[in-house]
């Protein structure tokens, strides 16, 4: 894959069993009645999140750029609500069209991409909100005072840039923490933004 990490396996090892993404689930309830309307779950990882919006009744689009995303995706979600899943093997660099979805998640997903490719990613999941659908977006982003700020391969935002990036948008929420805690990397100071939109 490019421009990311590129071993995920420890985290998917590290984070199994954790619950659904609390970001998720505001999304989920914020959305309302799915009524056929499709999420899509842009960096997926194991398929936790999207194994909840299937639950919840939506059709999935469950996109991610580690190898194997197929397999364990589909491996995270029970065999009945496997015809409402479809899975993108493939990095966002590599994205050209998001189809218009009724709610779009991305948790801990859209930093990992390089700052012109984040720019391209941003304009592909906006144009997937319809103007006053209702449509949902729920993502989490990093500040700039994050341990990894510094890697060029990843993009962090300021609450400024975060909020001119909802421009049009109903703001829910936007939440900014800072906290010492870990990765799978290590150590780290998190400097993390927790947006939740209506389009
Ligand atoms: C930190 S994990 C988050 C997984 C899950 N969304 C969660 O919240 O636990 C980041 C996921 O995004 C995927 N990812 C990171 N950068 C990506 C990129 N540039 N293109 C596609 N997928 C990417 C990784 O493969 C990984 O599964």
Redesign the pocket.
């Known amino acids: ?1 490019n ?2 990490i590129e071993d ?1 396996e420890p ?1 998917y090892t590290a ?1 199994a069993g954790s619950p659904v ?1 609390a970001l998720c689930l505001l999304a989920i309830d914020a959305a309302g009645d799915p009524g056929g309307r499709l999420a899509v779950d842009l ?3 194991a398929g ?2 999207s194994a909840a919006l299937l639950a919840a009744g939506w059709r999935v689009l469950a996109l ?3 190898a194997g995303a197929h397999l364990r995706i589909e491996a995270s979600v029970p065999p009945a609500d496997r015809n409402r899943l479809s899975v993108a093997e493939q ?3 590599a994205l050209d069209e998001l189809p218009e979805a009724g709610l779009v998640y991305a ?3 859209l930093p ?2 390089r700052p012109e490719v984040f720019a391209r990613t941003w304009s592909l999941i906006r144009g997937a909100l319809r103007p006053g659908s209702g449509a949902i977006l729920a993502v989490n982003l990093f500040g700039p005072r994050d341990t990894w700020a510094d890697d060029p391969e990843l993009t962090t935002h300021s609450l400024e840039e975060a909020r001119a990036l909802l421009d049009g948008l109903q703001i829910l929420a936007l939440r900014e923490q800072e906290r010492e805690g870990v990765a799978v990397t290590g150590p780290k100071h998190w400097h993390e933004l927790d947006l939740l939109a209506r389009a």
Do not use: H, I, L, P
Request: hydrophobic residues 45%.
């Open positions: 894959m421009d990311v995920w985290f984070t993404r960096g997926a990882g936790r999140e991610d750029g580690a990095s966002f660099a948790g801990y997903a990992f991409q």
